[in-house]
């Protein structure tokens, strides 16, 4: 097993209270068993406070009863984690313990990288140059999980595509671009000739969001034509860092229009919300985590 980390990887580092926004906020925080089961040994006050914070929720899931403005009920209020704080960080539950770190296993090699969702970490990839050189070098070996041959070509189509989004033209051009490449590439993958059409504004209607302002200013910039002409050089590592996080994805879909689709998209959603704040950097993060964070989102996303 072969391991690549892009070059941001290892520098994040949880800023905790200095945080301007928080993971503790606005999701439901799922408890893993093992973690439940500890939690059921701890005796006193709090061992009761944690017992009597979980539930099962629709889904099946056991979560944390999120007190006022969705906050976990273990945030304190100099925004530090009590179970941190009273059990240590090892007693963090799975969930807590790996954000905003996403691992993505392609069986014979693993790839990591980091949810633009968290500010820090968003801060780190829209930062960082040259964040993937190391992703170049990858050779998938055969696989009885997937069809090692089109790991290969999506690989290669990777790299092109990389090279498209990376190239010194205007960033309108490089997405034009990428919407061809993805065409011609879907048509080699299947045979199907799938023109990569922009995702409908409307959509972003039907998705679901945590603070009803966001949704505003989400939907708002979704149904303006992107404006490219500032913050390049940050909407470039976008461009990047979603590449590398979906568009593997396609070894089970066989679907390269959706991911391609999505990037070209969202950078423009981005960039016309930064236009209005004047900040790239909270403007990818808030979109992150009001849009992409949500399994149920994302899924409405790929299949428009």
Known sequence: MKYYDPAYYSEFRCIASACPDSCCQGWDVVIDSETEDFYNSVQGVFGDKLRKAIYTDPDGDRVFHLAEEKKCPFWGADHLC??????????????????????????????????????????????????????????????????????????????????????????????????????????????????????????????????????????????????????????????????????????DTYDLIAPIRFIIGSVGIVANMAQKSGDVITAAQTYSKEVEQSYENMEVLMRN
């Open 82 to 251: 009590d179970i941190f704080r009273e059990l240590g960080e090892e007693h963090l539950c799975d969930t807590c313990a790996q954000f905003p770190r996403i691992t993505m296993d392609y069986t014979t090699f693993t790839e990591h990288t980091l949810a633009l969702a968290c500010p820090e970490a968003a801060r780190l990839i829209l930062s960082a140059d040259d964040a993937y050189t190391g992703f170049a070098a990858i050779d998938c070996e055969s696989c009885e999980e997937y069809d090692a041959d089109v790991m290969r070509f999506l690989l290669r189509v990777r790299d092109r595509a990389a090279e498209i989004i990376t190239a010194s033209k205007p960033l309108t051009e490089r997405l034009e671009q990428l919407r061809k490449l993805a065409t011609e590439a879907q048509k080699e993958l299947t045979g199907e000739v799938v023109e990569c059409e922009p995702l409908p504004s409307t959509v972003f209607e039907e998705l679901e969001y945590i603070d009803k302002h966001n949704r505003e200013k989400i939907i708002q910039a979704a149904r303006e034509k992107a404006d490219l002409s500032q913050n390049e050089a940050e909407l470039t590592r976008l461009a990047l860092y979603w590449l590398y996080r979906y568009l593997l994805g396609a070894i």
